[in-house]
């Protein structure tokens, strides 16, 4: 069982920047396959980042170049970078845990309550 809490969201205007965090309880950490995902007003969660155990990476199409995940085992965190924000970026960001795969929705287990960040234009 893992429990994960996010902050880092809020208000900016399009071109700043935002860190978003996502701190886990429990253990194994270093297991799983982490992942971001952004919900939109009326719209799906989607998975716009992901970090595996042994650190790959992915991202969104629509984030690639702007956005940065990481992690770091040894604070049982993972984050997630946004630079050069859009309007379009606004949303509700999830955290998640992945005990399987990593690319899809249906592979996380675990879910954070989200931050919101709202990006101003």
């Known amino acids: 069982q893992v429990q994960l809490a996010e902050s880092g969201g809020g208000l900016v205007q399009a071109g700043d920047s935002l860190r978003l965090t996502c701190a886990a309880s429990?253990?194994?950490?270093?297991?799983?396959?982490m992942g971001w995902f952004r919900q939109g007003p009326g719209e799906e969660r989607r998975l716009i980042s992901a970090?595996?155990?042994?650190?790959?990476?992915l991202y969104a199409d629509h984030v690639k170049g702007r956005f940065i995940i990481s992690r770091d085992n040894a604070k049982n965190t993972v984050y997630l970078q946004m630079n050069s924000l859009k309007s379009e970026d606004t949303g509700n960001y999830y955290c998640?845990?992945?005990?399987?795969?990593?690319?899809?929705?249906?592979?996380?287990?675990?879910w954070g309550q989200g931050t919101q960040v709202t990006v101003s234009s």
């Open positions: 998640a845990a992945a005990r399987g795969g990593w690319a899809r929705n249906y592979d996380y287990d675990f």
């Open positions: 429990g253990h194994f950490f270093s297991s799983y396959n």
């Open positions: 970090i595996s155990r042994n650190n790959s990476t």
